[in-house]
């Protein structure tokens, strides 16, 4: 790992992850073939893009923080910015995508991205509420029949 890229560990990630605005993590483990192929690619961008936090997960390692990610396989690439996941994607990116990829995620209007998650999430909590009335509606209707 070159002085690019930090390693992240369940010790350190929140502190990490937390503060800083724009973090890239690599999900990787030292047995995987297209992790290995992907590790130049990531390292070369890291230094291209020195004002971003480039930082890797060893699966192997750290099996806590890949089980909280949900990491199914690897490599898995994840963009975080100001603690929002804005991108999750597995499989080793060729070069352009990468950059691609990093140009889309700077290029997020962080306050559309962080209204969008609170409408989402009051769109849900209202459709709970209403499963929530119907579910008493049926409870009430089934209790009348007796």
């Known amino acids: 790992m070159s002085t690019s890229t930090?390693?992240?560990?369940?010790?350190?990630?929140?502190?990490?992850?937390?503060?800083s605005e724009f973090v890239l993590i690599d999900f990787w483990a030292s047995w995987c073939g297209p992790c290995r192929m992907f590790a130049p690619i990531y390292e070369k961008a890291a230094e291209r893009h020195q004002d971003l936090l480039f930082a890797k997960v060893d699966t192997e390692a750290q099996p806590e923080l890949a089980a909280a990610f949900d990491i199914q396989s690897i490599p898995t690439l994840m963009i975080v910015r100001e603690n929002i996941a804005v991108f999750a994607q597995p499989g080793a990116l060729p070069e352009p995508a990468l950059e691609d990829v990093i140009g889309q995620a700077r290029d997020l209007d962080m306050d559309s991205v962080r209204a969008s998650i609170a409408a989402a999430s009051n769109e849900k909590r209202a459709i709970d509420e209403e499963k929530e009335q119907a579910a008493a509606g049926d409870e009430k209707a089934s209790g009348n029949r007796g």
């Open 6 to 19: 930090v390693e992240l560990t369940k010790d350190n990630f929140d502190e990490i992850v937390s503060g």
